[in-house]
Structure formats: structure tokens, C-alpha cells
């Protein structure tokens, strides 16, 4: 399955974006999809993932929802309340296997979407 991440952007904190992840290749229905993000100089760090539950990182809970549209093949993470802190890129990942908070249990990667939330 091919994935591509969309939707970043430069947002005043308080502000919201909303990232897609879109899939190609395969009925995307069974995939276990997760969003990562990775602030330069920092590790990958999960963010929020969704199969038959949702999970997400605490930093990030009650601001932002990850949702998903099987019709469109595409995944959705509402980010509200920006903070400067979420300055990232954010990374989409999918997997049919395993479903989970660690950055070993996606296969597939998109390519990554820009997000900057300036103060």
C-alpha cells in the first residue's frame, strides 16, 4: 500500500489543521494506521493510531482526533489547539498485521507533511 500524508501547514498557536493520509494500492479497510511525528533534531514520536480502537499520545489528547473514511481510503488527524510544541513533521503509517503505539509495528510510511504552529 502507498500512503501520502497532506495537509500541513503554518498555523498561529491556538489554531487547528486537519492532515490526511490517503492510500493507494490495496483496500485500505484492514489497516491498522498510525500518525508519528519528528521535530528536527528529535526521535519519531507516535501521536495517535486507529483500528478497531483509537490511541493517543498524552501530550496531544483532547486536542486532536484521528478518524477515518474507508470510502475515501483516507485517514484524518483533526489537530486543534495548536501549540508550538507540535511544530513537526508528521508522518502517516499503516500496517495489516499489528496495531500499536511503537513505530516498529507500521510497515508503511508516507512521505511525511510539514506542520508548524508559530506562537
Known amino acids: 500500500v502507498q500512503l501520502q500524508a497532506s495537509g500541513g501547514g503554518l498555523v498561529r498557536a491556538g489554531g487547528s489543521l486537519r492532515l490526511s493520509c490517503a492510500a493507494s494500492?490495496?483496500?485500505?479497510?484492514?489497516?491498522?494506521v498510525g500518525w508519528f511525528r519528528q521535530a528536527p533534531g528529535k526521535e519519531r514520536d507516535f501521536v495517535a493510531a486507529i483500528s478497531w480502537t483509537t490511541y493517543y499520545a498524552d501530550s496531544v489528547k483532547g486536542r486532536f482526533t484521528i478518524s477515518r473514511d474507508n470510502t475515501k481510503n483516507t485517514v484524518y488527524l483533526q489537530m486543534n489547539s495548536l501549540k508550538p510544541e507540535d511544530t513537526a513533521v508528521y508522518y502517516c503509517?499503516?500496517?495489516?498485521?499489528?496495531?500499536?503505539?511503537?513505530?516498529?509495528?507500521?510497515?508503511?510510511w508516507g512521505q511525511g507533511t510539514q506542520v508548524t504552529v508559530s506562537s
Open positions: 494500492g490495496r483496500t485500505f479497510t484492514m489497516y491498522a
Open positions: 503509517a499503516a500496517d495489516d498485521a499489528r496495531f500499536g503505539r511503537n513505530k516498529s509495528e507500521y510497515a508503511y
